[in-house]
């Protein structure tokens, strides 16, 4: 059984420890910062000595080896404690510094192998449910070691505070530091039921759905204005209904239960269309307007694997049109 990361990068330590004064002084400069460093963390040569697996003395020694290539005195030894100086502390902070990024380094490469680890997905509640969590199984099983943790809502997260590492949204992107990746384009459609039309009559020109009852979108950005093109010139109309909600699958829903005419990315009502329980309406006077669909992360060398294999994994599976 493998043992789990923290265990075996305790290992790898021990084993640099293990050595004797002689090889760590001319073994690679890492081993001597990792051993300087666990010296002050002792705070006694005797301390670093358990830590290490070697001697006190053998400790000592290896220090004066590293202050002899110096050139300077790192530390001042008393019978009671030991002193950094002034250029002790410059070189235990460099230390620091370096074994963090060797860390980082390795971990980054180990990740290049098996990615691992939780990555918390953020996506919005229809294209979430109806376009991501179907290819989840999938990603489970090329990628057994990472914990997905999925939230679909239609509230925007802040990807860059840290409340996701991948958040999926539609339409124009606002400025910030994010890397994004285009996954697709939602294209928008006019649909009604066929028992609804049979009813309320079919809508001819986009005048005429002043007669009907237009369902919408709740958002604060959402107005009931919905936009239409004749003879080359776009143009817009405002229309009216008694239901509103939050997502285009609710919506779809309404609509197909017979309750009116509304405007959706198409994505989430294809499925309906298909089997017929919806028809699209006024297709001639569509603009053709889309919705651009966004993976957006934060990017940059330091990038966790698994949010790179989860975004090329998403930009393969859905980088095409959704609707």
Not at 2 to 19: D, G, H
Not at 148 to 170: E, K, S
Request: one cysteine or more; aromatic letters at 6%; a neutral charge.
């Amino acid at each position: 059984m493998e043992a789990p990361p923290r265990v075996q990068k305790r290992l790898r330590a021990q084993r640099i420890y293990a050595l004797d004064a002689k090889t760590i002084a001319n073994e690679d400069r890492a081993r001597s910062l990792a051993l300087f460093a666990s010296v002050v963390d002792g705070g006694s040569f005797s301390a670093a000595s358990r830590t290490v697996g070697l001697t006190p003395s053998a400790v000592a020694r290896a220090v004066d080896r590293i202050e002899a290539r110096l050139g300077v005195r790192l530390l001042l030894r008393s019978t009671r404690a030991l002193t950094l100086t002034a250029e002790g502390q410059a070189y235990l902070l460099a230390a620091r510094r370096i074994l963090a990024d060797l860390d980082d380094a390795e971990q980054q490469i180990a990740d290049q192998g098996a990615p691992r680890g939780r990555l918390r997905v953020s996506a919005a509640l229809s294209h979430g449910r109806l376009c991501v969590v179907p290819l989840l199984g999938d990603f489970a099983h090329a990628y057994p070691h990472i914990l997905t943790d999925v939230a679909l809502t239609d509230t925007l997260v802040d990807v860059a505070a840290g409340q996701a590492d991948v958040a999926i949204r539609f339409g124009p992107l606002a400025d910030s530091g994010l890397t994004a990746r285009k996954l697709g384009e939602s294209r928008r459609v006019i649909v009604a039921a066929p028992d609804y039309l049979a009813r309320a009559g079919t809508p001819q020109v986009p005048e005429d759905l002043h007669a009907h009852n237009c369902l919408n979108f709740n958002f604060r950005r959402a107005e009931p204005i919905w936009p239409f093109r004749r003879d080359g010139r776009d143009f817009s109309l405002s229309v009216e209904g008694n239901i509103v909600a939050n997502n285009g699958e609710t919506l779809g829903q309404l609509a197909a239960a017979g309750v009116g005419v509304t405007r959706v990315g198409r994505f989430s009502v294809v499925s309906e269309i298909t089997d017929g329980r919806l028809v699209p309406l006024l297709e001639d006077y569509n603009p053709g307007d889309v919705e651009v669909i966004h993976a957006v992360f934060v990017g940059g060398s330091t990038t966790p694997a698994r949010v790179r294999v989860f975004v090329d994994f998403l930009v393969e599976r859905l980088g095409s049109p959704v609707g």
